[in-house]
């Protein structure tokens, strides 16, 4: 049992740390609580029709780029299938009625928006300038051999997004358009940091795709691989309990009374969900306090799409709506009248399709919107609940009529979640986005470190590092090298790519 490891959760996170650790050995044990694995990569069907849950487009996935890079030492290349979006615009932004497109490549990026603000080539210029530089200053974003546990320079935390704008353009507008794929991260003005920003935007400007039949393939490719290496993944087996002695923890407890022990233990849970399950007096009131009291971001409110046949051309773009201008704004949207910001997305079902099988439509919303029904299960929360979200669903699809006429009677039927669906399917505190808000004005308070106060319990996900199919990815590397070293296993992610 001395390398025995159990994971608890089989999100992203949790699913690379499996991999990583069985491949070198570990006696790996995955434990999800529900009957399908993957956490944001879940996936589910209706009427034939395939739905993402959370990870809805990926980036740098051609040769040498840096996900590219981690997909072949994760052995992920033959099971998941991508489709690229539009390198002439993968993202398009619409404020106020104007349209702005992002262009795949740094050139094509400047040269595109510079049509647009002939003025201001110079400020696009130096914005790809600055978000490259802030990509290429972290170590794990290009696997170089690092001497210390630095993964972000100070200067990036410590600044907020919209300082960064403003220090890049005063063209307002400008800053809005740069800004204008903020629900990616679920930004807060004053708040988020520019590392998450220049990072992401980094991610995409460098190539764009759409995962081929759902991101559901990442999950199973990888449970795959840590079955071929002897580990095991359990379903159905929710941890109630973290068992401590004195010094460690020993063991956890499932709902059905099973006790699981082991030498070493990762948690893939929220950490204020993972402190609950814990009882032990080395984890100190001030440190429960301060994980219990961290801001979540905002959770989102999903249209899910089913087209009839052959009525939808296939968008290759990714669609951002805002009606007014200051995207910042769009957090503290008015409950009583409709949304004023929305993301539109086309699944992918074929390599260039013609036609659109599914869509999904997102809006952010707020908790408190729904927190009078949070006691109740999914698909008994009764008729209010029911007539909430059809009220929510008929006033966003009246938002995407406006920008593409005629698309609601193309539309055979459709589905919707609100916070607490995505509470209650990925575990996410108030069916957060992202987890836990950066905060670049308390960067220590906010950063959640993969080391616990439990010598033999860490932590990974979405909440380590960064969120996003990169930031995860890069987390559980930080929290594999407790185990492995960092060096040692950038040199095995080096050699899986020569």
């Not at 490259?132 to 290009?142: D, G, V």
């Not at 004053?190 to 460098?206: D, V």
């Not at 007539?387 to 699809?397: G, N, R, S, V």
């Amino acid at each position: 049992m001395n390398n025995k490891v159990v994971i608890m959760g089989s999100g992203l996170g949790g699913l690379v740390c499996g991999y990583v650790l069985a491949k070198n050995g570990y006696e790996i044990v995955v434990l999800e609580k529900n009957n399908q694995i993957g956490g944001c990569l879940q996936t589910f069907k209706r009427k034939g029709a395939k739905f993402d849950t959370g990870m809805h487009y990926i980036g740098s996935m051609d040769e040498g780029q840096i996900l590219h890079r981690f997909f072949k030492y994760l052995n992920l290349l033959n099971d998941v299938k991508i489709s690229r979006l539009d390198p002439t615009g993968y993202d398009l932004i619409s404020i106020a009625g104007d349209q702005y497109k992002f262009a795949s490549g740094y050139e094509n990026f400047v040269e595109t928006l510079s049509q647009q603000f002939p003025q201001h080539r110079e400020d696009i210029q130096l914005y790809v300038k600055k978000i490259s530089e802030i990509a290429a200053a972290s170590p794990l974003y290009n696997l170089q051999k690092i001497n210390n546990h630095v993964f972000i320079e100070t200067d990036y935390i410590k600044t907020g997004v919209n300082e960064f704008m403003a220090s890049i353009t005063k063209n307002t507008r400008l800053q809005d358009v740069l800004t204008g794929n903020l629900p990616l991260y679920g930004g807060i003005k004053g708040k988020t940091p520019t590392y998450i920003h220049a990072l992401i935007n980094n991610f995409y400007i460098q190539s764009a795709f759409r995962i081929i039949g759902g991101s559901d393939s990442i999950a199973h490719s990888l449970a795959h691989s840590i079955q071929s290496f002897g580990g095991k993944i359990m379903t159905n087996a929710e941890v109630v309990k973290i068992d401590c002695n004195a010094e460690k923890v020993t063991s956890v407890t499932l709902s059905n009374g099973d006790v699981i022990e082991a030498n070493s233990f990762i948690s893939n849970i929220h950490p204020q969900a993972t402190l609950e399950k814990i009882d032990s007096p080395l984890i100190r009131k001030v440190y429960r306090t301060r994980i219990s009291e961290l801001e979540n971001t905002i959770s989102n409110f999903t249209v899910y799409i089913k087209f009839k046949e052959n009525a939808t051309p296939y968008l290759n773009y990714n669609y951002y709506f805002y009606e007014h201008d200051d995207v910042w704004q769009n957090q503290y949207y008015d409950a009583t009248k409709g949304p004023e910001s929305y993301l539109y997305m086309h699944q992918c079902v074929e390599d260039k399709a013609f036609f659109a099988d599914s869509a999904e439509l997102i809006a952010y919303m707020r908790y408190d919107e729904v927190k009078k029904w949070e006691a109740t299960r999914i698909g008994n929360r009764g008729s209010d609940y029911l007539e909430f979200k059809e009220e929510k669903a008929y006033q966003l699809l009246q938002k995407l009529e406006q920008s593409f006429p005629g698309i609601n009677a193309a539309i055979d039927t459709y589905y919707t979640s609100s916070p607490l669906t995505y509470r209650d399917y990925t575990a996410t505190k108030e069916g957060s986005m992202y987890g836990i808000v950066r905060d670049k004005n308390f960067p220590t308070q906010t950063l959640v470190s993969q080391r616990t106060k439990l010598p033999n319990l860490f932590m990974t996900g979405q909440n380590i590092n960064s969120h996003g199919i990169l930031g995860v990815t890069i987390g559980a590397i930080i929290t594999c090298a407790e185990f492995l070293g960092i060096n040692p296993i950038i040199g095995q992610i080096e050699r899986a790519n020569q």
